[in-house]
């Protein structure tokens, strides 16, 4: 990336200032300058530099607009003919239009960008009043708002710069920064979010990635990610990215991998009684037949052996109510599930390779069991790659993971709720803080952020939030997420379908943007009813000129639909 600064001189020669510095805005970090705009050019977020002398260099200093009010408009009177322009008015009395609006434009400074700290420095050097403005070039701000370009190795676009014409500046997020501290894609509905994650996840398995990438999708809107194995755009050599789906069916949790934990949350009302046996039973089952090594039914016996009342060997023994319940309740959760099982498991190397997404479908499966599945992969691979880093597991052990992961989980409020006590916050909230060291990273996507823990939100460095009309729930962006400016934050009842606001580890600077368009379908389509309804119609007027077709010669149908003579 070249040197964010170039003669001014030669700017200067192609390029005309679109506005004067005013003087200092109420902060330390803005400045305001007055300008005509009759284009429309300095929209909210657009980019705009003056230049200074720092360290015996001329720097452009770069800022962002933030603020924007008109000091200087059309006399009222203009305008009380609505089928005449002010403009033309103004001509007919001599005035010079192109002079009669003026704006005062607020500029938060971002500061000049410098090829060794890959960072903005802010000179703390005002602009002197009526220094010229400029608008920043497209070529600019392509080098210095990404920490990658395009293409590159780690590098993952997602869309453009919304204050600029499509495909202008294209903005590539930095892999490397939310895959070791953590995403959040946070939006309502219908902003675009399940889209938005569709194009992250399209970019991580490019060829310049090849990601090990996992998504928990609760309501089946993923499945055509698959198709990444049929676009060559994916393809590079011998490298073809995989997708693999794993549907509430194919999905199985092996009894002995469960914690205690996992299985007091999955056993509904327990008693006092019964927490503490059920405690003893899994310590017995564990210290008898291994830690992952067990059945249900022996972990039934188990709370058998350690009831209270139990005396002597005698299996015919009534029992007492508490293990009866207990025993009832294991039953009921675990030997009625088709994803708990005594033998099967999930292995990690049918979850995990680079270059595969893979897309653990959980719908239809109950809420509590989705949170359980959740911690107990989650767990699982952390763990592996705490052993696979400290060299406890080799090759070929099934525990051995030996490249970082990726899991992205949609819905995330009903992982890691707020004021409640869900299994799976815990094993998230090891992740955010201690993952970044064993290459484990995380992304959430919520609709709802006031129902997702505060703790877990601000945990994710890099955050993409697409429109929000909710006030709780932008009180919690506000308080989770730093690095988002009051400004930007303000935007965001004002966003459109597709497009975010992106901060964060993964960008030099928050920036607006627009979603590219995804190479795979989206399947979160919401359903169009009324053509549906019209199509139900349709093909019941069929059925019934079918039917007096039939009739005419001689034929009918049954109960099940059958024709008969």
């Known amino acids: ?25 109420e902060t330390l970090h803005e400045y305001t300058f007055i300008a005509p705009d009759p284009e429309r050019q300095l929209k909210h977020g ?66 000049y960008y410098d090829d ?42 997602i869309g453009d710069l919304l204050s600029r014409a499509p495909g202008a500046v294209p903005v590539a997020l930095d892999a490397r920064g939310f895959t070791s501290t953590h995403l959040a894609i946070i939006a309502s509905t219908g902003s675009g979010k399940s889209y938005l994650a569709g194009v992250l996840l399209e970019e991580l398995m490019m060829p310049y990635n090849r990601a090990a990438a996992l998504i928990i999708d609760p309501h089946g809107e993923y499945d055509t990610l698959q198709q990444i194995q049929n676009l060559d755009i994916f393809r ?65 016996f188990a709370v058998r052996q350690v009831a209270d009342s139990k005396r002597g060997d005698e299996e015919e023994e009534e029992d007492d109510p508490t293990t009866g319940g207990l025993i009832w309740r294991l039953g009921s959760a675990l030997g009625g599930s088709k994803i708990f099982h005594d033998f099967e498991n999930i292995e990690l190397d049918e979850l995990f390779q680079p270059g595969m997404c893979t897309i653990v479908q959980l719908n239809e499966v109950g809420q509590r069991e989705q949170q359980v599945i959740v911690a107990t992969l989650l767990r699982r691979v952390y763990q592996a790659r705490v052993d696979t880093k400290k060299g406890k597991v080799d090759r070929g052990d099934r525990s051995y993971v030996p490249f970082p992961v990726f899991c992205l989980l949609e819905e995330a409020h009903n992982y890691a709720p707020a004021n409640a006590d869900a299994v799976s916050s815990d094993a998230l909230k090891t992740i955010l803080s201690e993952g970044r060291k064993f290459g484990v990273s995380v992304g ?41 400016g009051r400004d930007l934050l303000k935007e965001l009842p004002a966003l459109s379908k597709g497009q975010v606001i ?64």
């Open 236 to 300: 590079e050599g011998d490298y073809k990215p995989k997708a693999r789906i794993f549907r509430p069916d194919d999905l199985r949790v092996r009894i002995s991998s469960l914690t205690l934990g996992d299985l007091r949350y999955l056993l509904p009302n327990l008693s006092e009684k019964m927490h503490y046996q059920l405690g003893r039973a899994y310590n017995y089952a564990q210290r008898t037949w291994g830690e992952d090594k067990y059945t249900l039914e022996q972990l039934r």
């Open 444 to 484: 959430l996507i919520s609709q709802r952020p006031g129902r997702l823990d505060s703790d877990v939100l601000s945990q994710c460095m890099t955050q993409c939030i697409m429109r929000i009309t909710n006030p709780i729930d932008q009180n919690r962006i506000a308080e989770s997420v730093e690095s988002v």
């Open 116 to 157: 060794f700290l890959n960072d903005f420095i802010n000179p703390r050097t005002p602009p002197q009043g009526g220094a010229p403005v400029f608008i920043a070039e497209d070529e600019l701000l392509a080098e210095v708002l990404s920490r990658g370009q395009r293409g590159e190795l780690g590098s993952a676009h």
């Open 46 to 111: 657009e980019f705009v530099y003056y230049t200074a002398s720092v360290e015996g260099s001329e720097r452009q200093i770069l800022g962002r607009i933030s603020g924007r009010a008109a000091v200087k408009l059309f006399p009222d009177a203009f305008m009380a003919e609505p089928s005449v322009p002010p403009h033309a008015v103004a001509a007919m009395l001599g005035y010079d239009s192109d002079a009669t609006e003026l704006f005062e434009l607020t500029v938060t400074v971002l500061g």
């Open 502 to 565: 992106v901060s964060g580890a993964s960008v030099n600077t928050p920036v607006m943007l627009k979603v590219r368009v995804r190479h795979t379908e989206h399947g979160g389509e919401d359903v169009n009813a009324p053509q549906e309804w019209r199509q139900w119609f349709a093909e019941q007027a069929g059925r019934v000129a079918d039917n007096a077709l039939f009739l005419d010669k001689g034929v009918q149908r049954d109960e099940d639909g059958m024709l008969w003579a």
């Open 1 to 25: 990336m070249q040197t964010f600064g170039f003669a001014q001189a030669a700017y200067h020669m192609t390029h005309s200032a679109i506005g004067a510095v005013k003087g200092p805005g």
